[in-house]
Each structure stands twice: as structure tokens, then as C-alpha cells.
T-cell receptor
Framework: DTAVSQTPKYLVTQMGNDKSIKCEQN?????MYWYKQDSKKFLKIMFS???????INETVPNRFSPKSPDKAHLNLHINSLELGDSAVYFC???????????FGPGTRLTVL | GIQVEQSPPDLILQEGANSTLRCNFS?????LQWFHQNPWGQLINLFY???GTKQNGRLSATTVATERYSLLYISSSQTTDSGVYFC????????????FGTGTRLQVFP
């Protein structure tokens, strides 16, 4: 009965490769997010989708492309991976409009 | 942009002690949440508390929005309370965009 799940949990890859992270929530929420946590534990929002519509798009390189096939899923595709992309990526979900956000377990991405 | 400052940055306690973590923010907010990131990296939502006081077991939180701060109280701390505590706020007029503070790292020893 996992609420917000992400796959994979760990991702190790070479520079220049393309990779995807998947996220699913079974909470019935209509809004989903991607956050990046750097090595100093700082958390920053990257994207937000509401009912499959992009509503927040922070200053993120266009190598990062989110896709929401339905409101229960939000995937993150990263092209041409760089060393600086190494981080933990968290997916989260909530009901729209100032509601509590619930986070997935995170995906630790290491770019070699 | 809005600044979110947490204090203290680090806190070391012995089991059974009480503690207060503080979150100051530089602008009006209409959403404030506290999270606990455990040593395994999982982020757990503790409170959604844009104003007022809430309690959940040994934890309680108070937000005074007019004075731009929030407090998280941990009573009778346990080793399982160890981890990083984050405060996150959403500015008025923004939409669901949480800005996270830098966190307070708590270590509880037996």
C-alpha cells in the first residue's frame, strides 16, 4: 500500500547517457512534483504538474523533461547526463491548493 | 525570493531530552510544512501548519504567520527522531511551490 513510489531507487550511469525515473502515487492526488536534493541536502523544486498540465517549471536545463501520462504518474527523463546531475531526485504529490505534500523514497542518481 | 532560515543547524541530544527547532521566513506565506528526513533518506510529512498549533504524539508545531516564524517541539526525544528536519513554505500568490529551509540536523544518542 505504498503511497508514492519511485523507480529505480539507485541509478548509476555514464556521462552523456539518457535515463528516466518513474513515479506513481495511489493517494488520489491531482498534483505531482519533482524535487532535487543536492549533496548538501538542499531541496529544490524542479517541476509541478496538475492533472497532467505543467504548472511549475523552475530554471532547469532543458535536458530535463517531465512527462505526466495521467494524474497518478509523473516521469522524469534526463538527456545527455552531466556530472552535476548527480543528486537524489524526489517525487511528491498533493491535492492542489496549499495541501500537505507526500514524498516518494527518492532516486539516487550517480553520473560517472 | 523568500528566505527560509532554520535554527539551530545542528542539535545533539540525549534520549529523553526536549528540543525546539525554529523556522524563520522573510515574507508572508499561506502554506508551511514540517518534514523529517530520516537517516535512510525518506522524507516524512510531519505537519501542514500555515497557522496555529498542532500536536501529534510527542511532536507539536506552532506557526505565528504574522511574525513569520514556526516552531517544532520534540518532547522525550528518541533515537528514531534522528535525522534532518526541514521547514518548507509557500508564498502567498504562488501555486503549490514549496521553498525549503536548510534544515536542522538532529542526533539523539541513547
Amino acid at each position: 500500500d505504498t503511497a508514492v513510489s519511485q523507480t529505480p531507487k539507485y541509478l548509476v550511469t555514464q556521462m552523456g547517457n539518457d535515463k528516466s525515473i518513474k513515479c506513481e502515487q495511489n493517494l488520489g492526488h491531482d498534483t505531482m512534483y519533482w524535487y532535487k536534493q543536492d549533496s548538501k541536502k538542499f531541496l529544490k523544486i524542479m517541476f509541478s504538474y496538475n492533472n497532467k498540465e505543467l504548472i511549475i517549471n523552475e530554471t532547469v536545463p532543458n535536458r530535463f523533461s517531465p512527462k505526466s501520462p495521467d494524474k497518478a504518474h509523473l516521469n522524469l527523463h534526463i538527456n545527455s547526463l552531466e556530472l552535476g546531475d548527480s543528486a537524489v531526485y524526489f517525487c511528491a504529490s498533493s491535492r492542489r491548493g496549499k495541501q500537505a505534500q507526500f514524498f516518494g523514497p527518492g532516486t539516487r542518481l550517480t553520473v560517472l | 525570493g523568500i528566505q527560509v532560515e532554520q535554527s539551530p543547524p545542528d542539535l545533539i541530544l540525549q534520549e529523553g531530552a526536549n528540543s525546539t527547532l525554529r523556522c524563520n521566513f522573510s515574507d508572508s506565506v499561506n502554506n508551511l510544512q514540517w518534514f523529517h528526513q530520516n537517516p535512510w533518506g525518506q522524507l516524512i510529512n510531519l505537519f501542514y501548519i500555515p497557522s496555529g498549533t498542532k500536536q501529534n504524539g510527542r511532536l507539536s508545531a506552532t506557526t505565528v504567520a504574522t511574525e513569520r516564524y514556526s516552531l517544532l517541539y520534540i518532547s522525550s526525544s528518541q533515537t528514531t527522531d534522528s535525522g534532518v528536519y526541514f521547514c518548507a513554505v509557500e508564498r502567498v500568490k504562488n501555486t503549490d511551490k514549496l521553498i525549503f529551509g536548510t534544515g536542522t540536523r538532529l542526533q539523539v544518542f541513547p
